[in-house]
């Protein structure tokens, strides 16, 4: 669901269609990124190039009018394509991933074309990332104005917090629509067309956008991107209604707030809509077919974020079970949730509860894309591609010009990393080699407190270190240690470092505690560049920040390296 990313020059690593993933921005324009969106998405100002243009000196009617061809003549996308074709780059899905992608290649020269059957944003704007992080927001305010120890250890006396539903909902539905319609002026104004329909391949180099009738329009382009994103995954014997059974896409309109709701899945989605739910009063219950809830965090994170964020609060769990069957409530009945185990396949027992909430993951929206006109066949839904993104056919082989980012690749489900991919071709189609390292993208998870993420857990670089041959070592420092977390009355929290104490290399970071999403960037950066801890150690933060909670991580990590460290010569000022 989220963030800002330093892409690697170095070896590697679905809702309408439009959508790039499911949770992360001061010029020049290209170094801008929020969740993968530039910050001209939120309105602010132009390049330094266009300033200089003194567009102040047009008067406002004509600085509207000619704004669009301003923008597009810096960028070349209003001169035909030099290759013969309509464009030399068109983009299907104006979700992040196709965003990004259209915005960089702008930059590089191309003549870019975006299609997009839905609404521009995808899922990230529309049913992911920003909605969600409106309610989070909602949920965090509320959380801190009832904890009634909390606020009078700052001297501070609050009466009972209370909420309106119907506007915590706006709040979040209008920042969707303030970034949709910011993110489609922001391509507009770039030159970048945006057709509308929906996009389908036809053959090499070739394909259709409309409505899927006689009035549909063929186009041509040099290369062609797959961005279509993905939807909430169902499984079989669940009856979403979209009231009572709904996936996330409908608990982000906040239409209700259940007494008692169960959620299926306890990944990132689940674990941020229960810290929304129990924030707002509901009562959760979390069922997950693995044998412990957030499943895919470090385990030593993980435990640690269940006795922050689960355990205290109203929430309780049943793991090693599928939800075989859940039927929404009607004529007076809840709703039904029947359990089984998730080996044995025998049933253990039926749950009624007021909603239920499917967070079991989302799944590639591709279909009625015309692979098969290409001899393409996904695999569980995903479109097959190499480490450059490029697409692979039936038979193994590449298929010339043809790309696919994002959710509908299945590499990485973030918004930042299908914006990353898209970059990264872009980079390709204009004659630089680029492959992204995708151990060097961040995750995030919004609770309160925040769980962020970059490179292998422990167990992950435990198991490649045994097979490669090397030793693993393990850093970590606490949130109550730290000046600034201490002075919020935020000291719950630690950091985790999983490195190579031979030659420094950091393998993985991971954060629980106070802004640990914005915490998480540095050391997904220095992974991205190849900076080693011997490197960082000397990097100065400020004091009191929580950045110091990374510094002092750095800093406490044991590297064995036997040749003296140059340290780069002071230069006076």
């Not at 196709?98 to 609404?119: P, S």
């Not at 090693?320 to 185990?341: M, N, R, Y």
């Not at 919020?488 to 031979?502: F, Q, S, T, V």
């Not at 960082?536 to 009191?544: L, M, S, T």
Request: with cysteine.
């Amino acid at each position: 669901m989220q963030s800002a990313i330093s892409l690697s020059l170095s070896s590697p690593s679905l809702i309408a269609r439009s959508s790039a993933a499911n949770d992360t921005c001061p010029s020049p324009l290209r170094s801008l990124r929020f969740c993968g969106l530039r910050r001209e998405a939120f309105g602010a100002g132009a390049s330094s190039a266009a300033t200089s243009l003194r567009l102040a000196s047009f008067n406002s009617r004509s600085q509207h009018s000619n704004l669009n061809g301003v923008f597009a003549a810096l960028k070349g996308n209003g001169a035909p394509s030099s290759s013969g074709f309509d464009y030399d780059l068109v983009i299907i899905g104006a979700g992040v991933g196709g965003h990004g992608a259209a915005l960089h290649a702008v930059e590089k020269g191309l003549k870019t074309a975006i299609i997009e059957g839905d609404v521009v944003g995808g899922t990230c704007v529309n049913r992911g990332c920003v909605p969600s992080k409106a309610l989070l927001a909602v949920s965090g305010r509320m959380r801190e104005l009832q904890n009634e120890q909390h606020m009078k250890s700052f001297g501070l006396q609050v009466a009972a917090a209370g909420y309106d539903r119907q506007k915590v909902a706006d709040h979040a539905n209008n920042l969707a629509s303030k970034i949709r319609s910011n993110l489609t002026n922001s391509m507009k104004a770039l030159g970048v067309d945006i057709l509308t329909g929906f996009g389908t391949i036809l053959g090499p180099q070739k394909l259709k956008f409309g409505k899927g009738d006689s009035g549909d329009k063929i186009i041509t382009a040099k290369d062609i991107i797959v961005a279509t994103g993905s939807v909430p995954l169902v499984p079989k014997g669940i009856e979403v209604d979209g009231k009572t059974v709904i996936t996330s896409d409908h608990a982000l309109k906040l239409e209700s707030v259940p007494q008692w709701i169960a959620i299926v899945g306890s990944g990132y989605i689940g674990l941020e809509f229960s810290d929304v739910y129990t924030a707002l009063g509901s009562e959760v219950t979390f069922i997950e077919a693995l044998d412990q809830i957030m499943p895919g965090f470090d385990p030593e994170i993980g435990k640690l974020a269940q006795r922050v964020l689960v355990n205290p609060r109203k929430i309780d769990s049943y793991t090693g079970v599928f939800a075989s069957k859940i039927t929404p409530a009607k004529d007076g009945k809840p709703v039904q949730i029947e359990l089984i185990d998730a080996k044995t396949k025998e049933p253990k027992e039926t749950l009624e509860v007021d909603a239920a909430l499917i967070a079991t993951g989302r799944a590639p929206f591709t279909e009625g894309l015309g692979l098969e006109n290409i001899n393409v066949q996904t695999q569980r839904g995903f479109v097959p591609v190499d480490e450059r993104m490029r697409v692979i056919d039936a038979n193994g082989k590449l298929v010339p010009h043809l790309y696919c980012i994002g959710d509908a690749n299945g590499k990485m489900m973030l918004a930042h990393a299908a914006s990353a991919q898209g970059i990264s071709v872009v980079e390709q189609v204009t004659g630089n080699d680029h492959v992204l390292n995708h151990l060097s993208i961040p995750a995030a998870c919004f609770t309160h407190p925040e769980i962020s993420m970059v490179g292998l857990t422990e167990p992950q670089a435990r198991e490649k270190a045994e097979k490669e041959g090397f030793e693993v070592s393990i850093a970590k420092t606490s949130f109550k240690a730290n000046t600034k977390a201490l002075a919020e009355n935020e000291g719950e929290g630690m950091a985790k470092l999983i490195y190579r104490p031979d030659n420094g290399e950091i393998l993985g970071v991971h954060i629980f505690g106070l802004h640990a999403a914005d915490l998480i960037h540095e050391a997904s950066n220095a992974i991205a560049m190849g900076t080693r801890i011997q490197d960082i150690k000397f990097a100065v933060h400020a004091h009191p920040t929580l950045s110091e909670v990374l510094d002092e991580l750095f800093k406490s990590a044991k590297v064995k390296l036997t040749a003296p460290k140059t340290v780069a010569k002071a230069v006076p000022v």
